[in-house]
């Protein structure tokens, strides 16, 4: 069965974030039936306070991509993009694609003795 990704709504911060068919397959896997209720910043705010990190060492930044508020564990130095997770994860995957068509392409190039 083929999931859709859902949009739900943060019950700490009222941001919408989406539950992708991704982390859906996740549950299911896990056999968790209940949605995520907070978004993942949220998430991982509750996960520093339940390990007793300080939360104070989250920093608040905007996603390079779509400018949408998120939380990373770190302080960023500024040289470098910082991503949301649906952003993230997007260009991971998008990253995976183009990397298996280089792939694909060096292996015509070796078989056809180019290389």
């Known amino acids: ?7 739900l709504k943060c ?4 941001v919408e974030f ?3 068919s991704g982390e859906q397959e996740f549950f299911r896997s896990r056999n ?5 209720k ?4 949220c998430r991982l705010t509750v996960r520093f306070a339940r390990c007793g990190r ?12 779509c400018a949408k508020p998120t939380k990373v564990p770190f302080k960023p130095k500024g040289y470098r993009p910082i991503y949301c ?10 990253s995976f694609q183009l990397g298996s068509e280089i792939a694909e392409h060096a ?4 078989t056809a003795g180019c290389a």
């Open 1 to 7: 069965m083929e999931l859709a990704d859902k949009q």
């Open 18 to 20: 989406v539950f992708s």
């Open 54 to 65: 300080d939360v104070e060492q989250l920093s608040d930044v905007q996603c390079a991509d």
């Open 32 to 36: 968790l039936t209940n949605v995520p």
């Open 85 to 94: 997770n649906d952003c993230l994860a997007h260009r991971k995957s998008s």
């Open 38 to 41: 907070r978004c993942p910043s």
């Open 107 to 110: 292996n015509l190039l070796v």
């Open 11 to 14: 019950t700490e911060c009222q």
